[in-house]
């Protein structure tokens, strides 16, 4: 069983299986995200293997340590790790905080739920387009085109949430007209140059 602390308290261990799989870059690209989840400080995580999904997370119906996700290391991306972590949020902040540890920010549950909580958590975690946040295919096509904006919508949707009861809606919509407001861009024209007044 390999442990590692990144820094922020929380303990980490791998099942044999994804001992077996593991490499340098899975280790650093968790480390990394596990940063972003200061909620799981003081907490024990156990990484387990998946060959036929991006990655499961089990989502804690009781806070019983350690917390259990799943990842594929083939093609793995930050977006997975944070939709799997945020997973387990979605499950925990349901529970009271353990002893000693501030209240935890509430965070609906729902696939879509998790992508939005995910892109707003971090700009890490734009590196892929999200599975379930609805999109036109050229925003999922062109992603790294697109992914900063969406991420800005995705925080203002969060903060929509506690007076707009269709927030998703309203932020799947803007999404949409995302590559209607680039089309009319004059190839040629830096935008710089459209905003000198
Ligand atoms: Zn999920």
Not at 32 to 38: A, G, I, K, V
Not at 160 to 179: D, G, H, K, M, V
Request: proline share 8%; with cysteine.
């Amino acid at each position: 069983m390999t442990l590692l602390s990144p820094g922020m308290g929380v303990t980490v261990s791998f099942t044999p299986q994804m001992e077996k799989r593991l490499t340098q870059r899975a280790v650093r690209m968790l480390k990394q995200s596990l940063r972003q989840f200061p909620e799981l400080r003081n907490l024990e995580l156990r990484v387990g293997h998946t060959k036929t999904k991006l990655g499961v997370a089990f989502i804690p119906k009781r806070l019983r340590l350690p917390l259990y996700i799943r990842l594929r290391v083939r093609g793995l991306t930050y977006n997975t790790i944070g939709h799997e972590l945020t997973h387990l949020l979605q499950g925990l902040t349901k529970l009271p905080p353990p002893e000693g540890a501030p209240a935890w920010a509430p965070l609906p549950g729902g696939e879509t739920q998790c992508d939005i909580w995910t892109l707003a958590r971090s700009e890490l975690f734009c590196d892929d387009a999200p599975t379930y946040l609805r999109m036109p295919r050229t925003v999922r096509e062109n992603w790294r085109h697109y992914a900063a904006r969406v991420r800005s919508l995705c925080v203002e949707a969060i903060r929509q949430r506690s007076s707009r009861r269709t927030y998703i809606r309203w932020l799947e919509s803007r999404i949409a007209e995302l590559p209607e407001r680039a089309r009319p861009s004059r190839a040629g024209a830096p935008e710089q140059l459209s905003l000198t007044l």
